[in-house]
């Protein structure tokens, strides 16, 4: 039964009245209706910033990542609800995995960044703090703090869950609440999700909002504290960018838009190669794979002059073997576009490529289909072109058909390979198949510059390559120019889109406190009791240990390089060590290192568990038979990542400031040392 869709504001589903109805894709079916009611924008601001920032500021970065790890393990244990809705929208099995499985692994993705990488807090220390006067009391060094705003994500119709999830993931890390804004085309698949992910229990309220329909006068209300993120056409981005209230406020605008991606097959290929199957496969696999409605599909296929025939031939002959239909039956490997309108657009955009592009294969809704009812379906042809001259054939640069259709173009060398390229005006990704480093090495140093991400494929990493259209959220998807300018993933640059970065100038002392992180020159706590000796609990960031002292000998050296096998000259050639910069013969860096562990190292069985790792390690100066070492040990960051071992004691994570000195006072070697250690409770 037909029903009618609703959005969720202010903590309230709103929406009885139908208005705009929308078609399954597969069948031209009544699949839902959106409501007519009018949302209040005013309302679901203040909501979020009244309730959803302060439920999301009540947590930590720690605990918000685990919200994200149970929502997406919520989502999916209830995974095959949202597949069947996904059908309408004219996606595959293997469609529908990319956006809700794909969709719940960014939010396990960001959880995993979360837990791993930020600190307890709402605060992060951007470091490394910097000596900014003579005599150590004066320093800087930034921060990110949550921007106390509210995040709206507009969103395209091609993938309904995951284009709603990778926005969210980030900015719920981030202690942002969101206002998500999907495509009317699809938002049926949208508002399901949305329903799952309330029914969970997992998100504070506030959260996350809901809007089905237009965003009336929503950007009209926001504030220099807010954030719009976009996906969609470049057009409809620009126009969003020059947005009186967000111009006026500098409100921050991210956007991710489609563009005209490219596909190079390199030089050195011939038919011959893997390579060469692999890029028809590739652009074969771009054209079909949600019926060529993405954002990263490739548009156009740039192959040497002398190939051409030969990639042709074997694109339109794996095309033709797609089979094309209802997703519901076995064998169809392509299904419909997501709504009868993006289908005539499709159809128009191609009418204006073949004013400028030979048609070699599809063109048309005009196809064979498989499955009932499927003659009212939004389908269209796979579809290949091919231009001969494309460096004096702009159309081909510009006129994007947002389906499954890809332009052939041919090159002379390699310099008019990336000319071509460069026509796209910016792009998300570019991929190059060849299996010489040297094409790689130039191709790449040039053509980066007009994208956000480049795929570089040959037979080595097609085994686990995700492909040309994969973005992942450890890696940046946006791009320049017609592309957006965006970032709208990468990892925890993502994250820190939302929040903002502040300077800071003070003491290192001051520095320390705000940042909740010890920073060399800030005051020390001399504790009586051994630092390694207290529970995570106890432990107070600038606790300290100043350790007694060690002359290191000829016998330190022998016994090292015994151990270890190290014989570098330095520790044991006489002559050459006075021939070196350092005149003498050194101790190895790591004997260092390894000596001051035994100077700090508390050895009874105590709160310190496991040391497991460490960082910024640095050998600042050598250290000669006969000088004397001392260590300086200081808590300096402390993260719970509220977990516990198989017996349910809690555990934390503290770092801990290593400052080696010789008997002059000298640091000779710098480092973090990251241990696990036990909570008292």
Not at 57 to 67: N, S, V
């Amino acid at each position: 039964m037909t029903h009618t869709l609703q959005s969720y504001i202010a903590g309230q589903w709103l929406g009885q009245q139908s208005a705009q109805t929308l078609r399954s894709a597969i069948n031209g079916q009544t699949v839902a209706t959106t409501h007519a009611e009018a949302i209040d924008f005013e309302s679901a601001l203040h909501h979020a910033r009244s309730v959803g920032l302060k439920n999301l500021m009540a947590m930590d970065f720690q605990e918000r990542a685990q919200r994200l790890k149970a929502l997406a393990k919520y989502l999916m244990d209830h995974k095959e609800a949202l597949y069947a809705i996904s059908a309408h929208t004219g996606a595959t099995k293997a469609d529908s995995w990319i956006d809700i499985e794909g969709g719940a692994g960014t939010l396990y993705a960001y959880a995993g960044m979360g837990s791993n990488e930020l600190p307890s807090g709402n605060v992060i220390h951007e470091g490394p703090a910097l000596p900014l006067g003579k005599k150590g009391g004066f320093a800087g060094t930034h921060i990110l703090v949550p921007r106390g705003g509210v995040a709206v994500h507009i969103n395209a119709f091609n993938f309904p869950v995951w284009g709603l999830l990778e926005k969210f993931a980030p900015s719920f890390l981030a202690g942002m609440p969101c206002i998500g804004k999907p495509a009317t085309a699809t938002s049926y698949l949208t508002e399901a999700a949305v329903r799952l992910m309330l029914d969970s229990g997992l998100l504070p309220e506030g959260s996350l909002q809901l809007v089905i329909g237009g965003t009336g006068d929503l950007l009209d209300k926001l504030d220099v504290s807010d954030v719009v993120t976009f996906t969609g056409s470049a057009d409809t981005a620009a126009k969003l960018r020059v947005h009186p209230n967000l111009v006026k406020n500098s409100i921050p605008f991210n956007a991710e838009a489609d563009s005209l991606n490219c596909a190079i097959l390199g030089p050195d290929v011939s038919p011959d190669d893997e390579e060469f199957d692999l890029f028809v496969k590739e652009v074969a696999k771009e054209i079909t794979t949600k019926a060529g409605q993405k954002c990263t599909a490739i548009r156009r296929a740039i192959v040497p002059a002398k190939h051409l025939d030969a990639v042709a031939e074997k694109l339109i002959a794996r095309l033709s073997k797609t089979v094309v239909g209802d997703p519901s039956v076995e064998g169809v490997r392509m299904g419909a576009l997501a709504s009868h309108a993006q289908r005539d657009d499709v159809a128009h955009k191609v009418d204006l490529l073949k004013q400028h592009a030979k048609l070699l294969l599809g063109g048309s809704a005009d196809l064979k289909l498989v499955g009932e009812g499927v003659d009212q379906g939004a389908f269209f042809a796979p579809t290949v072109l091919v231009c001969v001259k494309p460096l004096s054939t702009s159309a081909v640069h510009d006129v994007e058909a947002f389906g499954p259709v890809s332009t052939l173009m041919p090159y002379a060398d390699v310099e008019e390979a990336l000319a071509i390229a460069k026509l796209g005006k910016g792009s998300l990704v570019g991929s190059l198949v060849t299996h010489d480093p040297a094409v790689a090495v130039k191709v790449v140093h040039a053509a980066a510059a007009w994208h956000g991400r480049m795929l570089i494929l040959d037979r080595e990493a097609a085994v686990e390559s995700t492909g040309h259209g994969s973005p992942l959220p450890q890696l940046k998807h946006g791009g320049p120019g017609r592309a957006g300018g965006g970032e709208e993933l990468g990892g925890l640059r993502a994250v820190t889109h939302y929040m903002q970065r502040t300077a800071l100038q003070g003491s290192p002392t001051m520095l320390a406190a705000i940042t909740g992180e010890y920073m060399r020159g800030a005051k020390v706590n001399d504790t009586p009791l051994h630092p390694f000796r207290s529970y995570f609990e106890e432990l107070q960031i600038g606790d300290s240990l100043l350790t007694h002292r060690r002359t290191v000998t000829e016998a330190d050296v022998v016994n090292f390089g015994g151990i270890s096998g190290d014989y570098f000259y330095m520790h044991f050639d006489e002559e050459a060590a006075k021939n070196s910069a350092f005149g003498k013969r050194i101790a190895h860096g790591y004997f260092v290192l390894s000596a001051a562990a035994g100077l700090f190292v508390s050895p009874a069985v105590g709160p310190v568990l496991a040391n497991y790792g460490l960082d910024t390690l640095r050998f600042v100066k050598p250290v000669g038979i006969g000088d004397t070492i001392q260590a300086r040990l200081t808590a300096k960051r402390k993260i719970d990542r509220r977990k516990r071992d198989a017996n349910g004691v809690g555990q934390g994570v503290v770092v801990w400031d290593v400052e080696v000195t010789n008997q002059l006072g000298e640091v000779v070697a710098s480092y973090d040392i990251l241990t696990l250690v036990s909570k008292k409770h």
